[in-house]
């Protein structure tokens, strides 16, 4: 099993759209889940805001091989989504993928 673990940095400042943009991130994100065969499972978490200095949203996904997670990062509507969120909505991102 392979996860796919991405934390986002919301751009905008005020509160209400972060959380407009964080609702948009989880639903473009989680109506990928039948995008390419060999995804197990698309989530979106946002922070419980009780530290400052922590990141706003995550990505937690996971996919039965290395091939399913690489035929995702290259489908045209993950693409798509990443367009999206590279038009002032995610200010940084930071990504881990590892094995279990």
């Not at 995804?39 to 009780?50: A, P």
């Not at 996971?62 to 489908?75: G, H, K, N, T």
């Amino acid at each position: 099993m392979i996860h796919h673990v991405v934390t986002f940095q919301l751009a905008a400042e005020d509160e209400s759209t972060r959380r407009r943009h964080a609702d948009e991130i989880a639903a473009r994100l989680e109506s990928l889940i039948d995008t390419v065969p060999g995804i197990v499972s698309i989530e979106v978490h946002f922070d419980l805001g009780l530290v400052a200095s922590h990141w706003p949203v995550v990505l937690v996904s996971q996919f039965e091989s290395v091939e399913s997670l690489e035929r995702y990062q290259m489908d045209p509507r993950h693409h798509e989504v990443i367009a999206w969120m590279n038009h002032g909505i995610v200010s940084d991102r930071t990504v881990v993928d590892y094995e279990t």
